[in-house]
C-alpha cells in the first residue's frame, strides 16, 4: 500500500510558507509516498512563480499542479517547459506552454498525475474535460503497461460537474480529487469501481479569511461598498488535504483521510 499526499491550494505568502515549513512533518505524520501540491495561487496575487515552485519541490512536493491562474506569473513558463514535475490543467488549448500529464517513478512504482479544469462558471476557452482525462487515461496505460495508479487534480467551480466527472472515471483512475474552490467538503468516499473521491480538498492558507482572501476586504465587496485592494488574509495557518491509501498493484483507493487542521 501507499499514501499520497494532496494538498489544497496554496494561497498566498501565508500558504507557501506554511507549506515550506510544515509540508516535511506532513509527509512524515502520514507516511506519504508522494506529494502532490496545488500551487496556482502561491504568489502574492494570483499564480506561482519558479523560485516558489523549486522551493514546493525541495520541501517535498513530487508534482506541483495548477489551474486557472496557471499562467499569471509569465515566468513559470519556462519550467512548464522543461520540467515534468510542474503541469498545468491538460484542456488548456495545446500551443500554450507545459503539459497536463506527467508520470513519476518512485523505488519502482510509477504514479501518473494529470491536472485537469472544469468548463462550468469557468474559462470558455477549454476543451471537454471529460473526453479529454478519458483520453489521456488511455494514452498513459497504453504507452505504460506496468502503470496501476493514476491521481487526477481536478480544478473545477460546480460541484455537480466534479461530482459527474468523479462518477465518469470510476475504475479507470486510481483518485480524482477538487481543488479550486477553497472549501473543504465532507464527501470523501470511494466509488465502487475503486476510485477515491473528495468535491474538493480545500485550502492551504489563512483559516480565519475568506477563501484566502482577508474579510475585512472580502465583507464590504459583497455589501457593494467601495472594493478595496485585494489582498490575502495572514492569521491563523491551516492546511486541507487529503490522504489516498492505494494498492499499488490494482491501483484501487482502499481508504481516504482528510486533513483539516490550525498549524
Same mark, same amino acid.
Given at each position: 500500500m501507499i499514501n499520497v499526499l494532496a494538498i489544497g491550494d496554496v494561497v498566498g505568502k501565508l500558504g507557501r510558507?506554511?507549506?515550506?515549513?510544515?509540508?516535511? +512533518?506532513l509527509i512524515e505524520e502520514y507516511n506519504a509516498f508522494f506529494t502532490v501540491v496545488n500551487g496556482e495561487n502561491?504568489?502574492?496575487? &494570483? +499564480? @506561482? &512563480?519558479? /523560485?516558489?515552485?523549486? *522551493?514546493?519541490?525541495?520541501? +517535498?512536493?513530487?508534482? @506541483?499542479? %495548477?489551474? &486557472?491562474? $496557471?499562467?499569471?506569473k509569465p515566468e513559470i513558463n519556462n519550467m512548464l517547459e522543461c520540467s515534468d514535475r510542474i503541469i498545468r490543467p491538460l484542456?488548456?488549448? $495545446? #500551443?500554450?506552454?507545459? #503539459?497536463?500529464?506527467t508520470v513519476i517513478e518512485k523505488d519502482n =512504482? /510509477?504514479?501518473?498525475? =494529470?491536472? @485537469?479544469?472544469?468548463?462550468?462558471?469557468? #474559462?470558455?476557452k477549454l476543451s471537454c474535460?471529460? *473526453?479529454?482525462?478519458?483520453?489521456?487515461?488511455?494514452? %498513459?496505460?497504453?504507452r505504460y503497461d506496468d502503470l496501476k495508479c493514476i491521481i487526477v487534480d481536478f480544478h473545477a467551480e460546480a460541484t455537480s460537474e466534479k461530482k459527474a466527472l468523479g462518477f465518469y472515471m470510476d475504475g479507470k483512475i486510481s483518485a480524482i480529487y477538487g481543488t479550486h474552490t477553497h472549501v473543504q467538503t465532507n464527501d470523501k468516499r470511494v466509488l465502487d469501481g475503486g476510485t477515491g473521491y473528495v468535491t474538493d480538498i480545500g485550502m492551504t492558507g489563512s483559516y480565519d479569511s475568506v477563501i484566502g482572501?482577508?474579510?475585512e476586504i472580502a465583507i464590504p465587496r459583497f455589501l457593494g461598498e467601495a472594493q478595496n485592494r485585494f489582498?490575502? $488574509?495572514e492569521e491563523r495557518p491551516m492546511i486541507n488535504a487529503a490522504v489516498f491509501k492505494i494498492d499499488?498493484?490494482? +491501483?484501487?483507493? %482502499?481508504? =481516504?483521510?482528510? =486533513? &483539516? /487542521? #490550525?498549524?
Open positions: 510558507e506554511t507549506v515550506f515549513s510544515k509540508l516535511p +512533518g502561491a504568489t502574492t496575487g &494570483n +499564480g @506561482i &512563480n519558479e /523560485k516558489y515552485a523549486y *522551493k514546493m519541490l525541495e520541501c +517535498g512536493a513530487d508534482v @506541483i499542479t %495548477l489551474g &486557472n491562474h $496557471a499562467y499569471s484542456n488548456y488549448p $495545446a #500551443d500554450m506552454a507545459g #503539459d497536463g500529464v =512504482i /510509477k504514479l501518473g498525475v =494529470i491536472n @485537469i479544469m472544469g468548463k462550468t462558471y469557468m #474559462d470558455g474535460p471529460f *473526453k479529454t482525462l478519458d483520453k489521456a487515461v488511455e494514452n %498513459l496505460k497504453r482572501l482577508k474579510k489582498r490575502w $488574509a499499488e498493484n490494482t +491501483g484501487k483507493t %482502499l481508504e =481516504i483521510t482528510l =486533513i &483539516n /487542521k #490550525d498549524v
